[in-house]
T-cell receptor, first 114, second 114 residues
Framework: RKEVEQDPGPFNVPEGATVAFNCTYS??????FFWYRQDCRKEPKLLMS???SGNEDGRFTAQLNRASQYISLLIRDSKLSDSATYLC???????????????FGQGTILTVHP | DAEITQSPRHKITETGRQVTLACHQT?????MFWYRQDLGHGLRLIHY???????NKGEVSDGYSVSRSNTEDLPLTLESAASSQTSVYFC?????????????FGPGTRLLVL
């Protein structure tokens, strides 16, 4: 089983749509969770951190369910500029040997069309 | 502005040659990482460093080496390039502050081994 699993998609949605991505992780001791965005042939960039209480940044909402080891990202009112690959990312346990090391999911491809 | 750079951005080499990819960051970050990204595998950790003179193997370290002689640089060396090492290589850094775990990525190096 992969440490971080995502539905690779692709997701093709019209502008204005709401789209949700899901991710599961296998290490129950994982401490930190993130969504990164990667544009075609570019480097990954942090989109947002994911907190236990859930957090929102404009049109983006991230949720974490530690009991189910599940992370989600919701994008509302999709824009053409949201087209990218979204990477679910998990950090290791604080104080453990894996701390500071990120484990990436394979990414979910999103295409927003007019 | 602080940044992280990689060079060269594109490289073509032959099987068996030694190749070194440069990574330089000006954030004064303690942690530096090298990843490779391939279709079907996502981003995989090659080597990482938590400070000067510290280096550690990641999940796909065979055939690669790194050295950390100063804070700013973590060069990645392919000892004897193989066609299986054709990939996109990303360098990243993070501060090491447990509250600031965001990794910042360089623009990537596209390596083709013939």
């Amino acid at each position: 089983r992969k440490e971080v699993e995502q539905d690779p998609g692709p997701f093709n949605v019209p502008e204005g749509a709401t789209v949700a991505f899901n991710c599961t992780y296998s290490n129950s001791a994982s401490q930190s969770f993130f969504w990164y965005r990667q544009d075609c042939r570019k480097e990954p960039k942090l989109l947002m951190s994911v907190y236990s209480s859930g957090n929102e940044d404009g049109r983006f909402t991230a949720q974490l369910n530690r009991a189910s080891q599940y992370i989600s990202l919701l994008i509302r009112d999709s824009k053409l500029s949201d087209s990218a690959t979204y990477l679910c990312v998990v950090n290791g346990q604080a104080g453990g040997t894996s701390y500071g090391k990120l484990t990436f999911g394979q990414g979910t491809i999103l295409t927003v069309h007019p | 502005d602080a940044e992280i750079t990689q060079s060269p951005r594109h490289k073509i080499t032959e099987t068996g040659r030694q190749v070194t990819l440069a990574c330089h960051q000006t954030w004064n970050h303690n942690n530096m990482f090298w990843y490779r990204q391939d279709l079907g595998h996502g981003l995989r950790l090659i080597h990482y460093s938590y400070g000067v003179q510290d280096t550690n193997k990641g999940e796909v370290s065979d055939g690669y080496s790194v050295s950390r002689s100063n804070t700013e640089d973590l060069p990645l060396t392919l000892e004897s390039a193989a066609s299986s090492q054709t990939s996109v290589y990303f360098c990243a850094s993070s501060s090491g502050d447990r509250r600031q775990e965001t990794q910042y990525f360089g623009p990537g190096t596209r390596l083709l081994v013939l």
